[in-house]
């Protein structure tokens, strides 16, 4: 057994769709911009897990969303071979970080706002 898909609530997912793949650079698996189905993939993982950009169009998922946001948590994790690289190209694409990346016992890792309503978190380890 193996993980197919999961995913990320966002405000607004043809937005989202557009920063995960051309700001992030993820590539698109599947679009039906009619039913707001968007999906991407990673381009280093191309038969990886697909990541599906699901509406937050109902009370549950804005306030879980919100919640994670309030407590400076991130909504998905994703993995970097060098997240000081990432940041440093990330940041001069206009992304919006919390802070500096920061090394400890787990590994590197940093926030940013992914601009669809998530703190996202870069990790490398």
Known sequence: MRIKMCSVHVNDPAAAFDFYTSVLGFEELLTMPEHQLYIVKS?????????????????????????????????????????????DRLTALGVRFTGEPNTDASGTSVLFDDTCGNLVQLHQD
Do not use: C, F, H, M
């Not at 280093?44 to 879980?64: A, F």
């Open 43 to 87: 381009r280093e993982d191309p038969t990886g897990v697909g990541l599906l950009l699901e509406p937050s169009d109902n009370k549950i998922s804005t306030k879980y969303a919100q919640g994670l946001r309030a407590l400076g948590l991130p909504a998905i994790v994703l993995g970097s071979p060098d997240v000081r690289a990432d940041y």
